[in-house]
């Protein structure tokens, strides 16, 4: 039935409108200036540039109490010295941005700060909620920086793309190989919506779904969100993969590799945090250390 006066040219345009495009990404700058930490800015910067987005540095430092006490004058000289390298850690981590962002001709802004250690990954994940994207560099197995990315997931509302630190030398800017790792969550469902730019640029989409265990249900919905993605101009394949006794995390993992995956898309935390770090799982195996660009979303 034909409704009087609708412009049906109108809903047409409405109903294929683009995902809201990357355009404000968030870099958080915390840690040590060590060679691997300042490759990863680089190519940090890289990514935004190639998405044309504005990048926010912010560069947080431990704001440490102490006691003040005697001082001989020959002690003076020395105590300074250790003060300035203290301060130095987040502005070499400045350096390091603000040259990679003049090199890549990008629109960059920073801002530092000193906060109690117990508020870094509160504050920062405050400020991840004013931009479409995190962009996070990531040591391996480092406690601190999972909670950071913890904190990011559940307090910030947006999604992270994580940078493996120990891979940055090898990692390319551009995402034209993108896998997802998918499960049939929701999470999982809410990162690929968060993915939809970046998807669409690819080269190659390919859904993956470690079928081990698995029920029917999860392995046919893999073919259900290839033809969502095709109304999104997005052409992906769709397969299984069997873990053969190996964690899920480690199969994903292994499979991206192999394959020359530039980037996973994935959800985070199927299961309850608490269950994840008790027993490990997929989340906590990735963060600690991810194979390549991982885009997560909780």
Not at 83 to 104: C, H, K, M, P, Y
């Amino acid at each position: 039935m034909r409704i009087k006066g609708l412009d049906e040219s109108r809903l047409i345009v409405a109903t294929e409108e683009n995902p809201m495009p990357i355009k404000d990404v968030f870099l958080p700058l915390v840690g040590q200036p060590r060679g691997p930490a300042l490759v990863a800015i680089e190519k940090c910067v890289a990514v935004a540039a190639d998405l044309g987005a504005r990048i926010t540095a912010l560069a947080l430092e431990q704001d440490v109490f102490e006691r003040p006490k005697v001082m001989l004058p020959y002690d003076r000289d020395s105590a300074e010295a250790g003060s300035s390298n203290e301060v130095n850690d987040s502005q070499q981590l400045l350096n390091a941005f603000t040259i990679a962002a003049s090199g890549a001709n990008i629109r960059a802004q920073s801002r530092t700060g000193k906060v109690p250690a117990d508020q870094i990954a509160a504050i920062l994940a405050e400020h991840a909620r004013f931009s479409d994207l995190t962009l996070f560099p990531v040591m391996p197995h480092d406690s601190r920086t999972e909670h950071i990315i913890e904190t990011f997931l559940f307090e910030s509302g947006r999604p992270l793309l994580l940078c493996p630190e120990q891979h940055a030398e090898q990692l390319r800017p551009e995402f034209e190989n993108v896998m997802i790792a998918w499960d049939h969550s929701a999470r999982a469902a809410r990162a690929v919506g968060d993915a939809l730019p970046i998807l669409q640029a690819a080269t190659s989409v390919r859904v993956v779904t470690v079928a081990d265990d698995k029920a029917d249900a999860i392995v046919q919905s893999g073919p259900a969100l290839v033809d969502h993605l095709r109304e999104h101009g997005v052409y992906a394949s769709f397969e299984t993969v069997t873990g053969n006794g190996s964690s899920i995390g480690k199969v994903l993992g292994s499979w991206a590799k192999s394959h020359g995956m530039d980037a996973i898309v994935m959800g985070a935390y199927h299961h309850s945090r608490l269950n994840e770090i008790v027993w490990g799982g997929v989340t906590k195996t990735v963060i600690g250390q991810p194979p390549c660009w991982v885009m997560i979303s909780h």
